[in-house]
């Protein structure tokens, strides 16, 4: 073989693929590094999305006991209105039949009703706050699995930034035979 | 009493939960997410800046690094492609002379020179070559080159290894040819027997050879037949023509039409025209020729006779003659008829052997005769024969001694010549330190002359004995070296200005102002002047020629036992 054009394009191509390589190493592991931290603030936000969760359920056991709570308010003013139309009806003499024992069993069932609408008021914010607290456990592990996902991505990508700059120190290696070829 | 009584009224009692808390605790739950949130964010946030902020500075220093590293790369590119450039051609060069040079010396029939080439020479040098690039263009600039050399290389040597197998195949019938042309360049009836064994052979190199395709071996089977029979046909008919140069040459065009064009046809008319010409000069050449060669017989004839017949007698120093010497001369007359020198030379002999027999003749050197005799000796054309002394001698031109002297020197330049520039120039320098010419007044330099000739007698027997003894030193030749051998042989025969002035005014009539020659005190007798190396017995007053051992009485006449 002989020196020619060829001679110095090849070698100034083995250079040019030698950069590349480390061009594409450096560049890869920046990017799985990119990625890492992703996967990181993933994490992260899983965390936070963990605690809302955990917050949010807290708040439908608050929703439970304040249901309660009312419940139990709304069944002693029942009591107590119930007995005052009751010692009403026998102040007035009357019996405890016919009219007044209409009104006795018309505030029976407002107390009851008032009761049943506070326990279904209490119900549904209890979902509420649960399909808050399943959100952000769903949010969670969306972002967990995310993070996973980044951190298997990382990893190729790092694989992948190494077959790369391979390729390319190989081109080089045979660029730089092939510019000895020509001597 | 009853009615007055008042019962305790409380009022309405009631537990009222409040919502404060758990809406406190929800609202942290969002607000701490939020904070969560908004960290993881922020962290989102700075992922993708780190990110971005890595993906940047990577993408910042990779584009950095390649478009350095690119700069770094363009800058190799261009330096080895550039380079690169320079080397190929060298390389291509090399290599093609490298396959020139394994042609040269390769087996015209080995199909593998070209795939050997290309595996021990090509393929290194390219490999090589690729080495050197190391960046991816200039190795795909090294590659082209090396595929373009390949290519090239292929083609190449593979066309060259076919077309020198068809340079073999067609050297190898062109022997062939040439064989088949002398044979009927001598025998032309052979020629259509010499066709068709030509057309056989060319066709059985070129189906035999291992490296030639079908398309070149056609093409080179068709150019020897054609060319072939063309040469053997051509051959053919200049043998007639020699042979016989008024041959039917419309028969030969009829026959052999498809071999002879119409300006060749002409040719072998006017070749057949030379051909008639060319043998009546041929004929008076060899008449020529043989009377030249008879010349040269008699000319032989005639040293034979004078060397089986004719002896120096070594107390007088004159020739002794054989009775046959006569028979002998005129058979030479006789056997040589064709020689045009044989009437003269016979005449010269015959008059020389009456010359000898006249005892009254006392013959004196003319040094006009001298001159040219002692010339020609080095004569590359004419050189002086003994015929040419004889002739001298029986007109009463030079002595007996100088007859016996320059018999001697042409017997001995004959077997030892010394011809040619060196010799020429070498004499004429010497004849120039002894003889006294050109000084623009009358008279004529008799004694120089007489000394050059005595000196020529002198010098050449040494210089020839020291030349077949292997001695001769490398200055023997040298007139500046007053102790070469032929200043020392020159030193005797040397004259002052003064005596050369008065040697040269003396033929005038004014008389010889020069003194007597003497050897010690004792005066040399005129008829010996001509003798350089004399000796004198004062007992027996006798004088002795130490070149030729003659011996002469006091008077200078040779002494006779």
């Keep these: ?183 | 009493m009853a009615g007055n009584i008042q019962p305790f009224d409380t009022g309405a009692l009631s537990l009222r939960p409040t919502e404060e808390g758990i809406n406190t605790v929800a609202g942290n739950a969002r607000r701490v997410g939020a904070f969560y949130n908004q960290g993881a964010g922020a962290l989102e946030g700075l992922a993708a800046s780190e990110k971005n902020a890595f993906g940047s500075a990577g993408r910042a220093i990779g584009s950095g690094i390649q478009a350095a590293g690119d700069a770094v790369v363009s800058k190799i590119d261009h330096d080895e492609i550039s380079h690169g450039g320079a080397v190929a051609s060298d390389m291509f060069v090399n290599l093609e002379k490298q396959w020139q040079d394994t042609l040269k010396t390769a087996d015209p029939n080995d199909k593998s020179v070209a795939a050997k080439f290309k595996e021990t020479v090509l393929q290194p040098a390219l490999d090589k070559f690729a080495e050197n690039f190391t960046t991816e263009k200039s190795q795909a600039f090294a590659d082209g080159i090396v595929n373009r050399y390949r290519q090239h290389f292929d083609t190449k040597t593979a066309a060259d290894q076919m077309e020198l197998a068809a340079v073999a195949t067609k050297q190898n019938a062109t022997k062939i040819i040439n064989n088949l042309s002398s044979a009927v360049y001598t025998d032309p009836s052979s020629l259509d027997t010499a066709i068709d064994t030509l057309k056989h052979s060319a066709g059985s190199i070129v189906d035999s050879s291992p490296v030639l395709d079908a398309v070149t071996g056609a093409k080179v089977k068709s150019e020897l037949n054609q060319k072939g029979v063309e040469a053997l046909v051509k051959s053919a008919v200049t043998g007639m023509i020699e042979k016989n140069p008024n041959i039917n040459l419309d028969a030969i065009q009829k026959k052999y039409g498809d071999y002879i064009n119409g300006g060749e046809l002409k040719m072998f008319q006017k070749a057949a025209e030379r051909q008639a010409k060319s043998d009546a000069l041929q004929a008076k050449q060899a008449a020529i020729l043989q009377r030249q060669q008879a010349d040269q017989e008699m000319h032989a004839g005639s040293n034979k006779v004078i060397n089986d017949n004719v002896s120096i007698d070594q107390q007088t120093g004159r020739p002794m003659i054989n009775p046959n010497f006569y028979k002998q001369t005129l058979d030479l007359a006789r056997k040589n008829p064709d020689a045009p020198s044989a009437a003269s030379t016979v005449r010269t002999m015959l008059d020389w052997a009456e010359s000898q027999q006249n005892k009254e003749l006392k013959a004196v050197d003319d040094p006009a005769v001298v001159k040219p005799l002692t010339d020609n000796l080095f004569s590359p054309d004419k050189p002086t024969t003994t015929i040419d002394l004889m002739r001298a001698r029986a007109k009463g031109q030079i002595s007996d001694h100088t007859f016996t002297v320059m018999n001697g020197l042409v017997k001995e330049l004959q077997e030892t010549p010394l011809k040619g520039p060196i010799y020429t120039n070498t004499m004429k320098a010497a004849h120039s330190a002894l003889v006294l010419t050109g000084v623009g007044i009358p008279g004529k330099d008799d004694k120089g002359e007489q000394n050059y000739a005595l000196f020529v007698q002198h010098f050449i027997p040494q210089y020839l004995a020291a030349t077949r003894a292997g001695t001769l030193p490398a200055n023997a030749l040298d007139v500046n070296d007053p102790k070469s051998m032929i200043s020392q042989a020159m030193e005797p025969f040397k004259r002052t200005v003064t005596q050369r002035i008065a040697d040269y005014t003396a033929t005038l009539g004014g008389g010889s102002t020069t003194a007597a020659r003497k050897v010690g005190d004792v005066p040399v007798p005129p008829a010996l002047g001509g003798i350089a190396s004399l000796q004198y017995n004062p007992t027996t007053r006798q004088w002795r020629d130490q070149t030729s051992g003659i011996v002469y009485d006091s008077a200078g006449n040779p002494v006779t036992k």
């Design chain 1, 1 to 183: 073989m002989a020196i020619s054009d060829k001679t110095f394009g090849y070698g100034g191509g083995a250079v040019t693929d030698l950069f590349n390589a480390f061009g594409a190493q450096k560049s890869a592991d920046l990017s799985a590094e990119s990625l890492h931290l992703k996967a990181k603030g993933d994490l992260a936000e899983a965390a936070q999305y963990d605690l809302a969760s955990g917050l949010a359920s807290q708040n439908e056991q608050f929703t439970k006991t304040s249901t309660a709570i009312q419940q139990a308010q709304q069944a002693r003013s029942t009591t107590m209105q119930i007995g005052g139309q009751q010692a009403a009806v026998a102040g007035a003499g009357f019996a405890e039949s016919g009219s007044a024992l209409d009104i006795l069993a018309d505030s029976a069932r407002q107390g009851a009703l008032a009761q049943a609408t506070l326990g279904q008021q209490g119900l549904i914010t209890e979902a509420g706050y649960k399909e808050q607290a399943d959100s952000y456990t769903m949010m969670a592990a969306t972002a967990k699995m995310t993070a996973a996902g980044e951190e298997d991505i990382a990893d190729k990508t790092e694989s992948a930034g190494t077959f790369a700059s391979f390729g390319d120190f190989a081109g080089a290696a045979l660029k730089g035979a092939a510019m000895v070829a020509t001597l």
